[in-house]
């Protein structure tokens, strides 16, 4: 694929900037970039890794955060892009922007990672995963990554670990922005936020549209040619009041209408071009919760919540490609916080939730509630040592209960900048209501007699500052083993015998994960990381699919008179295996990405990224292929 006069615009446009930002200074940020990043002299927060607010290095678990300025650095679209630079973390696309993109963490299967969004579970009750297609970023205040097992603060899901996405929370007076841009590929993009608050509240939200149309989903080698168009439309809002004195409602809401042309399989059952084929997929979700300090060492917390999702598929020429399938969760939670002494607390918590999924092709109507509870303390020494330990107790109305618990603990040199980190636990993940109730088709069935998934894992690293903190590394060995793997199997010893699900597999898997970040003058900021991964299906010794054992990713970006930003970031991903048996093998690939923006004025910025730069062609999934390069343009204008 050629650059055509659109990429070469936009290359142009890069130019300039840097250039002209060499010869004129501009203010830093623009007005609502400095109101979103108004407590970026604070120390850094964290949430996911307690359920309350500590200091990431007071944690003994591995967390990584990206922030608000490094998504709009490197001006990714979607909350997916934003986590290819993660250690620790595989992401995988079956095609280009809008298509099933998956998150594995720490090799780890991708129902394995809980994905919350503003403290509200998205992973589908049907097929266990959570596709990240359709989550922009314009909205997000910071994505937190906890890896290693979380199931004794969440219970299922998390044996790999958390990805929870926090919206912004407005600023004190009125900000707002809007922006729009064009690029190759028919790529389109437009938004507009706005943002406020004062002594009584604040308010924050946001809506993004996005159009691509940038090619076929299907691989060239496989003959596809017909291009896909996906259309993206996505609000976000939260809103909260100062109530009772010292206390604090807040309400977050979330909605995104997807349409993308889908493909369908050939005889060998390898992706094909379907030139009818469409998904309409729609998903919401809210939370309200309401915390109250009721006394000067006792807060208390109450949420409830709601996740839905919608896919409808519409094809007039294949009858299998025709579905309305929903998925809904409730969930009630309620945390007391007790601070027993000066650098503790204990946290005691009942948490409920009501799953419901709907496929009426196949007579699906389940539905299933939990009952949770659990209790944690985190006990930190003097910026020093912390330990953190918990356990929780999950009432499951069709298994039964499990029980899951966790210890993690962290200690700090600081004459030295040497820190020790370590945790170990157990998860378990839950049977999907189609693994449970699936009907019997004739040729499937479900099996309400599953166990859950279970699993035991410790990990254990080390971290070194040096040169007042301009230079951070870390090196972090993981081990895991999980049981009773779910997998769909024949019935009998024909492949033609209907399948159920089964716990018939284990797996072990263990590796180190490494990352190097260095700022060796205040204008650049480099990033490196490096995973390997050894994640291998304990009975037969093969690789799990789409796990690679090696994984490299780096980033640099470069500030130029504080009016300018250009970032290059990379990733090399390892040759790894699309298939059980170990039979399809998928190439390494290198991929680049190069961003900019520059500040013109206090309330005008333009931007601009190149994706996959050097056009790479490579598959993360068999038989999908990526959209190669393409590139686009546009401008912020804010208040």
């Known amino acids: 694929m050629h ?40 120390p850094p927060i964290v949430v996911s890794a307690t359920r309350t607010e500590q200091d990431p290095r007071s944690i003994g678990s591995a967390v990584s955060v990206v922030t608000a300025q490094e998504l709009a650095d490197t001006r990714v679209n979607s909350a997916f892009e934003a986590l290819r630079q993660v250690p620790g973390v595989d992401v995988v696309q079956s095609g280009g922007p809008g298509r099933t ?46 890896r290693g097992t979380q ?39 437009g938004g507009v936020s706005l943002n406020g608050g004062n002594a009584i509240g604040d308010f924050s939200i946001g809506y993004m549209w996005n159009r691509f149309n940038g090619g076929t989903a299907v691989a060239e080698r496989l003959g596809g040619v017909e291009k896909d168009e996906w259309v993206n439309h996505a609000f976000s809002g939260r809103f909260g009041l100062n109530v009772l004195d010292d206390g604090r409602l807040d ?18 059952f390898l992706p094909a071009d379907d030139p009818n084929a469409e998904q309409h997929r729609r998903n919401f979700s809210g939370k309200l919760s309401l915390s109250k300090p009721l006394t000067a060492w006792y807060t208390q917390s109450l949420s409830v ?19 309305d399938l929903t998925g809904e969760s409730r969930s009630f939670s309620a ?83 040497t820190r020790v980190h370590g945790s170990f636990g157990t998860g378990f993940r839950a049977p999907t209501l189609n693994d449970l109730y699936w009907p019997n088709t004739g040729w499937s069935l479900g099996n309400p007699n599953l166990s859950p998934e279970t699993s035991t894992g410790f990990d254990l690293g080390v971290e070194q500052t040096v040169w007042d903190d301009r230079i951070v590394a870390d090196v972090t060995y993981f081990n895991s083993r999980v049981e009773d793997l779910i997998q769909w199997a024949a019935t009998g010893p024909n492949w033609w015998d ?70 290059l970031s990379g990733v090399r991903v390892g040759a790894r295996y699309d298939d059980a048996a170990n039979v399809n093998k998928l190439d390494p690939y290198v991929r680049f990405d190069l961003a900019a923006t520059y500040d013109a004025t206090e309330y005008l910025q333009f931007f601009g990224r190149i994706e996959n730069m050097f056009n790479a062609d490579y598959e993360e999934v068999r038989g999908f292929g990526v959209p190669g390069r393409y590139a686009f343009v546009g401008a912020k204008l804010s208040f």
């Open 335 to 417: 945390q007391s916080d007790f601070l027993p002494f000066d650098g503790d607390t204990l946290s005691v918590g009942y948490d409920y939730e009501s799953q419901r999924g709907k496929n009426p092709a196949n007579n699906i109507d389940a539905a299933l509630g939990i009952h949770s509870v659990f209790i944690q303390n985190h006990w930190t020494y003097q910026d020093i040592a912390s330990i953190t330990a918990g356990i929780r107790h999950d009432d499951h109305e069709t298994f039964g209960g499990e029980t899951t618990y966790r210890l993690a603990g962290t200690y700090r040199w600081p004459s030295f900048g």
């Open 101 to 146: 993109a998956s998150v594995f963490i720490r090799g780890h299967n991708s129902q394995h990672t809980l994905v919350l969004l503003d403290g509200v579970r998205l992973n589908s009750n049907n097929a266990g995963a959570y596709d990240f297609s359709n989550i922009p970023v314009n909205n997000i205040e910071r994505i937190e990554i906890v």
């Open 498 to 567: 209907p399948w159920t699900p089964l716990n018939v597999a284990s797996a072990d898997i263990s590796g180190f994960e490494t990352s190097l970040i260095l700022r060796p003058v205040p204008e650049l900021d480099l990033k490196l990381a490096y995973t390997f991964t050894d994640a291998v299906n304990a009975d037969s010794g093969r690789q799990l699919a789409l796990r690679p054992r090696h994984r490299y990713s780096a980033s640099a970006t470069y500030r130029i008179l504080d009016s300018a930003r250009v970032t």
């Open 251 to 268: 309400l977050t809401l979330h909605y995104s209408d997807d349409a993308a042309d889908l493909d369908g399989v050939n005889a060998f």
């Open 3 to 42: 650059l055509n006069r659109i990429t070469a615009a936009g290359l142009f446009a890069l130019g300039i900037t840097v250039v002209s930002s060499a010869q004129s200074e501009a203010p830093a940020t623009n007005q609502l970039e400095r109101a979103a990043n108004a407590d970026a002299s604070l």
């Open 305 to 323: 919540g709601l996740a839905r999702e919608t896919l409808e598929g519409r094809d007039p020429d294949t009858a299998a490609n025709n579905y």
């Open 151 to 189: 199931g004794a603060l969440y219970g299922s899901d998390a044996i790999g670990g958390v990805v929870n996405i926090i919206t912004k929370r407005g600023a004190s007076g009125l900000h707002g922005s809007v922006e729009g841009a064009i690029g190759t590929d028919g790529y389109r993009s």
